[in-house]
């Protein structure tokens, strides 16, 4: 036989107040004394007793939920973002329902109806593959923070990092190193719809070749999945067009990894043959032989600024979107061309 549920009758008969005064204690009102509120909050914590958010949602209209849609669970990046919202929310009276939309857009819209139909105060949605005028047409009817992804037509809901100015930045080191032949290892095009940020990346490395009065070579770049193993086949892809390079730019740390693999296999040697660099810096990095030079995003204070926006659109208040500065490690996956 299932256990009964606590009511706030049982909390009005064992603190011996009425139940309306129980009702205004537990929704924090006023106008009830500090003996009474005493005795309330002393009957809730011995009977042990928990609130049916469920009717609490029907009464008030509100869930006191925030559904988050991210892309991969078990990413250092998005991973450190989940972190930061969840630090984000912690003094606040919401709580955040987690889906991972896989990068597959029927799997983000299920988890939207499953959020939407659960009534969720807000949405926060983590990088993704629903298109633009989509996510704008569900802002237009949820509070909705965008974050890792950015968004022309609403801008002011999302919050990202500056890809194109880290990425221009660590190939210039590059170059300042005396690299001369870059390639870049990217993600394939049905990824760049979405995941702006690796676009960018190209698009800073092609940019700061131009600057550097270098020609960007197409064959050098090739197209990987962010995951490890396309990182250890772009080394093959590079090697069967015959090109001649000093270091590589892979456009995550995980296909970096990959493509340290690949090298080896082949007989290069990093730095002493290629150079290598990535970006996200996951924990890998630090630890890869040799130790990566890559870039470190702001992921945990990404996902505070967006637990804070969001937290600010259901209070009706007006967000700007927030521009986050990446950082240059350096470590020893670079040898300089003399």
């Known amino acids: 036989m299932a256990e009964r549920r606590i009511t706030i009758e049982d909390i009005a008969q064992k603190a011996n107040v009425s139940i309306s005064t129980v009702s205004r204690v537990l929704r924090k009102s006023s106008g009830v004394t500090a003996p009474k509120r005493e005795a309330v909050l002393q009957a809730v914590a011995d009977l042990d007793y928990r609130p049916n958010?469920?009717?609490?949602?029907?009464?008030?209209?509100?869930?006191?939920?925030?559904?988050?849609?991210?892309?991969?669970?078990?990413?250092?990046?998005?991973?450190?973002?989940?972190?930061?919202?969840?630090?984000?929310?912690e003094n606040s009276d919401y709580s955040a329902l987690f889906a991972d939309g896989r990068w597959d857009r029927a799997i983000e819209r299920r988890a939207l109806e499953t959020f939407t139909d659960r009534r969720v105060d807000g949405l926060i949605f983590v990088g993704g593959q629903l298109s633009e005028a989509f996510l704008a047409e569900v802002g237009q009817k949820i509070p909705t923070v965008v974050v890792a992804r950015e968004l022309v037509s609403i801008n002011s809901n999302c919050i990202?990092?500056?890809?194109?100015?880290?990425?221009?930045?660590?190939?210039?080191?590059?170059?300042?190193?005396?690299?001369?032949?870059?390639?870049?290892?990217?993600?394939?095009?049905?990824?760049?719809?979405?995941?702006?940020?690796?676009?960018?990346?190209?698009?800073?490395?092609?940019?700061?070749?131009?600057?550097?009065?270098?020609?960007?070579?197409?064959?050098?770049?090739?197209?990987?999945?962010?995951?490890?193993?396309?990182?250890?086949?772009?080394?093959?892809?590079?090697?069967?067009?015959?090109?001649?390079f000093s270091a590589i730019f892979a456009a995550n740390d995980a296909m970096a990894l990959g493509a340290r693999l690949g090298l080896y296999r082949r007989g290069f040697r990093v730095p002493d043959d290629v150079?290598?660099?990535?970006?996200?810096?996951?924990?890998?990095?630090?630890?890869?032989?040799?130790?990566?030079t890559t870039v470190r995003q702001p992921a945990i204070a990404m996902g505070k600024a967006t637990a804070t926006a969001v937290l600010d659109l259901i209070n009706g208040k007006t967000v700007t979107n927030k521009i986050f500065e990446s950082q240059l490690i350096v470590r020893e996956s670079v040898a300089r061309i003399r």
């Open 53 to 89: 958010v469920f009717a609490q949602s029907l009464a008030s209209g509100q869930s006191m939920t925030i559904g988050v849609i991210t892309q991969n669970f078990g990413s250092p990046f998005y991973d450190g973002i989940l972190a930061g919202i969840l630090q984000g929310l």
């Open 160 to 244: 990202f990092a500056d890809n194109f100015k880290a990425a221009y930045e660590l190939t210039n080191y590059l170059i300042e190193a005396g690299h001369r032949n870059i390639a870049h290892i990217t993600a394939k095009m049905h990824y760049q719809e979405a995941v702006t940020d690796v676009e960018q990346r190209l698009r800073g490395y092609k940019q700061a070749l131009v600057d550097a009065g270098l020609s960007p070579n197409p064959r050098l770049i090739v197209e990987g999945n962010l995951q490890e193993q396309s990182g250890a086949l772009a080394i093959e892809m590079l090697l069967m067009e015959k090109q001649t």
């Open 275 to 292: 150079s290598l660099v990535g970006f996200d810096d996951e924990v890998a990095a630090a630890f890869m032989v040799p130790p990566l």
